[in-house]
């Protein structure tokens, strides 16, 4: 009747009474049936030391699967945030490599149009002896552009076959 668990915040809704002796606790059961279930009513479990070992490999399996399930939900949830954050991350990556294609389209056009519009008449002023030095260099297009991000999609069973491509 002393509800021992209701006098803290986290404690089990039962308790368990220890009777040290088995041929103690076989009279009290010989004496009086009802024992057991009267102190299951109450909350209280009574037992010896052979039952005592089985209840606390009973108790202490279900706090590793509680840890278990506690561990999984926390998988799941940095499992989540890091998909978003690869999610988010392959935006940008997305639009560097745009930023990067729209950058060498914009330098091969300055490079066409310096090489035939402005650096032809400089080169003129060397051949009229008007310069001296080394020649004017000549300027080329860049050709590589950005690999495009083409992740397989996903599957059930990991790829063994992918290899890691190195752009130089």
Known sequence: AKAYWNQFDRAPEFVVMFIPVESCFASAIERD?????????????LTTPATLIALLRTVAYGWREEQIARNAQEISNLGKRLYERMRILSNHIADLGRGLE????????????????VLVAARRFKELGAA???DIRILAPVEVTPRTLTAPKSTDEPDDDLQETVIE
């Open 132 to 134: 001296s030095g080394d």
């Open 102 to 117: 729209k950058a060498n389209k914009s330098y091969n056009k300055a490079v066409g149009s310096i090489e035939s519009k």
């Open 33 to 45: 049936p009802e024992l057991i279930e009267l102190g299951v009513r109450q909350k209280v479990f």
